[in-house]
């Protein structure tokens, strides 16, 4: 079945620095969504990207989807101790709207 | 706070119990969506609802695992003979059909099989 990774598993960040973090899919992918869980949370919907090649941002960050939708990454400039939290990627299929999730990387701000 | 509420927050049980959980979507949403989440996982799909109607399920979702949205409004998800694998975080998520594509997770439920 599909497989959805993401890298890197974990992500120490000092604060102010900038970071990025991979989704790579073994299949072509439908759309991907973002997702933001803070420790303790639940899955918080970010955004989502549905055109190859598609750049989205909000604020501090930019969200791109690759050419041949195999592939999604995250960039986040100027880090902040709010963004730590585990990020999600997902493939949404468009029957059902179902999502296979990634594992996740998680990250954490150094002040 | 997204308006899906789980119940109970927590769950604890031994080996061989049944536990129930309920989910309730916000209004009006009508697709619902269960996954199940472990330690360090992202979250995994076990089943989801279109109104009443159950569309689809994953091969995660052994015999022993049920779950019901008999009305189109709240769902259950029974799991029965527990057993220690079955220890994870259970999500429930609602989607409004024809709108965005956001779906929108409760706080889950935490069951720890003893």
């Known amino acids: 079945g599909q497989q959805v990774m993401q890298i890197p598993q974990y992500q120490h960040v000092q604060e102010g620095e900038d970071f990025t973090t991979y989704c790579n899919s073994s299949t072509t992918l439908s759309n991907i969504q973002w997702y933001k869980q803070r420790p303790g949370g639940h899955p918080v919907f970010l955004i989502q990207l549905v055109k190859s090649g598609e750049v989205k941002k909000q604020k501090r960050l930019t969200f791109q989807f690759g050419e041949a939708k195999k592939n999604s990454s995250l960039h986040i400039t100027a880090t902040q101790t709010t963004d730590v939290g585990t990020y999600f990627c997902a493939d949404r299929k468009a029957a059902g709207n179902k999502l296979t999730f990634g594992g996740g990387t998680r990250v954490l701000v150094k002040p | ?114």
């Not at chain 2, 789980?6 to 080996?15: A, G, N, S, V, Y």
């Not at chain 2, 536990?19 to 969506?33: A, K, M, Q, W």
């Not at chain 2, 029974?78 to 409760?106: H, K, N, P, V, W």
């Open chain 2, 1 to 114: 706070d997204t308006g899906v509420s789980q119940d109970p927050r927590h769950k604890i049980t031994k080996r061989g119990q049944n536990v129930t959980f309920r989910c309730d979507p916000i209004s009006e949403h009508n697709r619902l969506y269960w996954y199940r989440q472990t330690l360090g996982q992202g979250p995994e799909f076990l089943t989801y609802f279109q109104n009443e109607a159950q569309l689809e399920k994953s091969r995660l979702l052994s015999d022993r695992f049920s779950a019901e949205r008999p009305k189109g409004s709240f769902s259950t998800l029974e799991i029965q003979r527990t057993e220690q694998g079955d220890s994870a975080m259970y999500l429930c998520a609602s989607r409004a059909e024809g709108s965005t594509d956001t779906q929108y997770f409760g706080p889950g439920t935490r069951l720890t099989v003893l």
